[in-house]
């Protein structure tokens, strides 16, 4: 049977029949725990236990813009506002010549 835990930790598992039973316990960045419970005929069981936590080896990612931002500081070449569909909503855009530059908006940090 399997069952998972609500947003406070709790969890239940029904219709369980009496006798010996062994209890995995998992979750992403925890140490699995294996318990060995006696469920009583006709009756319940509650088990409280706590996990500790095992840190988790992710590989490295690289984050990409989906639209390259270049020339927009310390370039002394004049720019006017453009639009392109490729630019962002709230982002500012920028016309270079023929080209259409984007970058976040003033208030973002560079």
Not at 47 to 71: F, H, S
């Amino acid at each position: 049977r399997v069952t998972a835990a609500g947003a406070d930790g709790r969890y239940a598992l029904t219709d369980v029949p009496p006798g010996p039973q062994h209890v995995t316990v998992r979750f992403i960045g925890y140490e699995p725990r294996v318990l060995h419970a006696l469920v009583p005929n006709g009756g319940t069981l509650e088990i409280n236990l706590t996990l500790r936590p095992v840190p988790i080896r992710l590989r490295t990612i690289e984050v990409r813009p989906k639209v390259a931002v270049r020339g927009l500081e310390g370039d002394d070449t004049p720019y006017r506002r453009c639009s392109s569909p490729s630019v962002p909503r709230g982002w500012r855009s920028l016309r270079r010549g023929r080209r259409c530059r984007a970058g976040p908006p003033p208030s973002w940090p560079a």
